[in-house]
């Protein structure tokens, strides 16, 4: 997280809005969800958290962690989404910056 605490899980969120982003989490999360069912859930998380929690908002940022390879540690991150919050439909615009999802 941004206090650079090391866990170990299956999920995670950081932040004032986390209680609301838990309670979507809690509710949806399955341990067999592909990759874009996960990130979809993940993106439901935070939009709840931002609409509850008045010190959220700004972008929804979804981040890929692989799970530790035996040898080599941990492998890079995947930012793969960063859209507007106030972006709230379902067609969105992901931003340039966004990276697209592989299905």
Known sequence: DNDGVIAEGDLFSVGSGSTYAYGVLDREYRADLDEAAAVRLAERAIRRAAA???????????????????????????????????ERDGAAKQSATSVEMKS
């Open 52 to 86: 509850r929690d008045a010190y959220s908002g700004g972008f929804v940022n979804v981040f890929l962690i692989p799970k530790p390879r035996e040898s080599n540690g941990w492998g890079e991150w995947r930012h793969v989404v960063r859209q507007d919050i106030g």
